[in-house]
């Protein structure tokens, strides 16, 4: 089955640091791809869509400078949380759609820390 | 959006079935009814979905009423690795519904 691949699966950073978080389909194609953060005890909360070669659309309220996304091709996009600050720290999840839309498969999460 | 209602917790027994219902009212012609799960600490996985027919997999089956307005996600035999967070969710993916937005989902507590 189609298998969604995140890393890194837990990251402690510092305050004002950026920290990458990578999502990658590993066996399909990924037209599309959604990124979610998830506060203890809560709902996935939708961030971000990224359609591959085009810019991602954020949900409202989300602030596009903050949480940079990219979504270069068709196996891989990132999440980027610039400047982190203690109230960042989440837990992070993606998803990815292919072509032939059978649903949609998650990563394992990333579960931010910043001290 | 198409939105859909869940209640907020369920409780069952270890081996006995479970059925988690879901209403839909307003669900348009064109939405497929999707489930997934969430354990502790991880990602959702994907569970079943339909459309108008009701659906079997090895993970469960789903019932869907005739207008479409209401489903039931059935396990066939709870275990206690079934003890999850499970979310219904309208979507399209040929139109404006297809964002994968949850909502707060039932959570299962399973009984040994």
């Known amino acids: 089955g189609a298998v969604v691949s995140q890393h890194p699966s837990w990251v402690i950073c510092k305050s004002g640091t950026s920290v990458k978080i990578e999502c990658r389909s590993l066996d399909f194609q990924a037209t599309t791809m959604f990124w979610y953060r998830q506060f203890p005890k809560q709902s996935l909360m939708l961030m971000a869509t990224s359609n591959e070669g085009s810019k991602a659309t954020y949900e409202q309220g989300v602030e596009k400078d903050k949480f940079l996304i990219n979504h270069a091709s068709l196996t891989l996009s990132t999440l980027t949380v610039t400047s982190a600050h203690p109230e960042d720290s989440s837990f992070y999840i993606c998803s990815a759609g292919d072509r032939d839309f059978y649903g949609y498969t998650f990563g394992s999460g990333t579960r931010l820390t910043v001290v | 959006d198409a939105k859909t209602t869940q209640p907020n917790s369920m409780e069952s027994n270890e081996e006995e079935p479970v059925h988690l219902p879901c209403n839909h009212s307003?669900?348009?012609?064109?939405?497929?009814i999707h489930w997934y799960r969430q354990l502790p600490s991880q990602g959702p996985e994907y569970v079943i979905h339909g459309l108008t027919s009701n659906v079997n997999n090895r993970m469960a089956s789903l019932a869907i009423a005739e207008d479409r307005k209401s489903s039931t996600l059935i396990l066939h035999r709870a275990t206690l690795r079934d003890a999850a967070v499970y979310y219904c969710?309208?979507?399209?993916?040929?139109?404006?519904?297809?964002?994968?937005?949850f909502g707060k989902g039932t959570l299962l507590t399973v009984n040994p």
């Open positions: 307003t669900i348009s012609g064109t939405d497929y």
């Open positions: 969710i309208l979507l399209n993916s040929g139109g404006s519904n297809y964002k994968l937005t």
